[in-house]
Nanobody, 123 residues
Framework: QVQLDDSGGGLVQAGGSLRLSCAAS????????MGWFRQAPGKEREFVAH????????YYGDSGKGRFTISRDNAKNTVYLQMNSLKPEDTAVYYC????????????????WGQGTQVTVSS
């Protein structure tokens, strides 16, 4: 199994950028497909992005297309989410996720979850 420690959230003005990081420990990181979800108060959990074990294929939810970029560094056991042109509606807790199976936009497909990092975008 793998343990995920996500970080990098904070308060940013609309139009700004943040880079989230997720450090993995435990099992072999390169065996895991990784992703990011987010959840705003009173809303359901929302898919943001996922990336295959090799980093060769990425996929984005509608909310982040063109603004967010997911990447990974298997040598550092870390996955990143670069978020640009942030909007107030991006305000949420962001969760790093991992699975030894195929990457997916479905939360239930992910066995491992980070503790979450808060992103707040002010208008």
């Amino acid at each position: 199994q793998v343990q995920l420690d996500d970080s990098g959230g904070g308060l940013v003005q609309a139009g700004g950028s943040l880079r989230l990081s997720c450090a993995a420990s435990g099992d072999t990181f390169s065996r895991y497909a990784m992703g990011w979800f987010r959840q705003a108060p009173g809303k359901e959990r929302e898919f943001v992005a996922h990336i295959t074990w090799s980093g060769g294929i990425t996929y984005y939810g509608d909310s982040g297309k063109g603004r967010f970029t997911i990447s990974r560094d298997n040598a550092k056991n870390t996955v990143y989410l670069q978020m640009n042109s942030l909007k107030p509606e991006d305000t949420a807790v962001y969760y790093c996720v991992g699975t030894p199976s195929y990457s997916s936009s479905v939360p239930l497909r992910y066995t491992y979850w980070g503790q979450g990092t808060q992103v707040t975008v002010s208008s």
